[in-house]
């Protein structure tokens, strides 16, 4: 089974930190543009890195929309494209695994491509009471070779972690 972005959600989640994070933005990405793969056991996924699309600041697990004004919203998905995921040399994010369903639990073990590097990843989904699939993986991004967004002097920067969050329908198995 196919799905992409119509019938599925995938989200990135950033922090912040450093001396001056109190000035700065917990973030909700919106990855626009994807496809996953399930099939005899096996997973994959493409990210298109151009897709990305800054949805608003996360306060406290809620997103505000309006807290960011539109040009502010631009510059930050200029910078994460430019910058951080380098989307001209690294036009996609790839996921390739196995994976293994047992009741409500879903279990991917394999390697995720960001950044022209491979390393192993392993993404565990759980089945909700709607029977939609949910997945969060937390990902150190630096362990792929991305430098966190810098602002204000190295003073306001992202934190290296990123929540990944995945919402598949409950027909991907």
């Not at 799905?3 to 912040?16: E, F, K, L």
């Not at 394999?110 to 759980?126: F, H, I």
Request: net charge negative; aromatic share 8%.
């Amino acid at each position: 089974m196919i799905i992409d972005q119509s019938q599925a959600h995938c989200y990135v989640y950033t922090g912040r930190e450093g001396a001056l994070s109190v000035v700065g933005h917990d973030l909700k990405i919106e990855v626009t543009k994807f496809t996953l793969e399930f099939k005899d056991g096996r997973v994959t996924g493409n990210f298109d890195t151009e897709s990305l699309r800054v949805l608003g600041a996360v306060e406290d697990g809620i997103v505000d929309k309006d807290e960011l004004k539109g040009s502010d919203v631009s510059k930050i998905e200029k910078s994460i494209k430019k910058e951080v995921l380098q989307t001209k040399k690294y036009p996609k994010i790839w996921f390739e695994g196995d994976f293994e369903a047992d009741g409500d639990d879903l279990v991917a073990d394999g390697e995720l491509t960001l950044n022209g590097q491979t390393k192993p990843l392993k993404v565990r989904a759980t089945k909700g009471e709607d029977g939609w699939w949910q997945s969060r993986t937390t990902i150190d991004q630096t362990k792929w070779g991305m430098k966190p967004f810098k602002a204000l002097l190295g003073q306001l920067r992202l934190a290296k972690d990123l929540d990944i969050e995945l919402q598949m329908p409950p027909e991907i198995l």
